[in-house]
């Protein structure tokens, strides 16, 4: 995880979201296009970038480390989720990235599926020297509770267990409970996933405060920056609560 930290925290920029949700869904007319995005990650200072490949084959440019998003799916078919991947690591690294994401849904009756794929993109990926981090998102019918403690904790464990060096997983709404979930982790670099945009920036700087007080890395962070009516100040008050 070297090239995505900084005194052992961290603040990475996550745009995937025009495949996971769709452009209108989350977009405008200013944050559709993906140089703005590079822009913010170079001049908000974050840690790293994270695109599908298309996305860094056109846009990336080389100012900020680069992580590959090497699956995904949309929002459009029904049932169980599963996202297959739809990137080699070969290609990732030949992107230029220094490390690889895959999202797993946690809980899914398709989640054999995702762990044994998840599995060979871990080892491929340590075999080419870049890190493998897993969004564990415990989701699909027999999920009740998506930010419970127990079930978070579960995500955080499943990264451990599967040899990635950082999970992205969501918050528990609270630091205490969150601090079961970082042990959980085992030492694996935990991050949150930003979510939808909270009302305002102080109630997502609360959660991302919780993050950090429970031994968090930091976070990867989308909506919640590039929705932002200010990305660049909402960027600045990220890293104070990250990097003190
Ligand atoms: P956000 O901060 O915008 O939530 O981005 C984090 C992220 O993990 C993205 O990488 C991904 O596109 C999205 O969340 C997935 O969201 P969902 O919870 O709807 O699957």
């Known amino acids: 995880m070297a090239p995505f930290l900084k005194d052992g925290r961290s603040m990475l920029l996550a745009y995937d979201q025009g495949l996971e949700h769709g452009p209108s869904t989350d977009f405008n007319d200013r944050n559709v296009d993906p140089a703005f995005i590079m822009d913010i990650a170079v001049k908000?200072?974050?840690?790293?970038?994270?695109?599908q490949k298309g996305t860094a084959e056109r846009f990336?440019?080389?100012r900020v480390p680069l992580i590959v998003k090497v699956n995904g799916k949309t929002s459009?078919?029904?049932g169980e989720p599963v996202s297959r991947q739809v990137c080699s690591i070969k290609q990732a690294v030949s992107l230029g990235a220094k490390g690889v994401?895959?999202?797993?849904?946690?809980?899914?009756?398709?989640?054999?599926e995702m762990l044994a794929e998840f599995g060979r993109v871990q080892e491929e990926a340590h075999e080419r020297g870049i890190a493998a981090i897993a969004?564990?998102?415990?989701?699909?019918?027999?999920v009740q509770n998506d930010t419970s403690k127990d079930i978070v904790s579960y995500a955080a464990r499943t990264g451990l267990e599967l040899g990635a060096d950082a999970v992205k997983i969501k918050y528990t709404?609270?630091?205490?409970?969150f601090s079961w979930a970082v042990k959980s982790a085992g030492g694996v670099r935990v991050f949150m996933s930003g979510g939808p945009k909270a009302p305002t920036d102080d109630d997502f700087l609360k959660q991302v405060k919780g993050v950090i007080e429970a031994g968090g890395t930091g976070l990867a962070v989308g909506r919640n920056v590039w929705q932002n009516q200010d990305p660049l100040a909402m960027a600045d008050k990220l890293r104070k609560v990250i990097f003190g």
């Open 76 to 78: 459009l078919p029904k």
């Open 101 to 112: 994401g895959y999202t797993i849904y946690l809980g899914s009756g398709l989640e054999s």
């Open 135 to 142: 969004w564990i998102y415990p989701r699909g019918a027999a």
């Open 60 to 62: 990336y440019d080389g």
């Open 44 to 51: 908000g200072r974050f840690n790293g970038v994270i695109f």
């Open 173 to 177: 709404g609270d630091s205490a409970s």
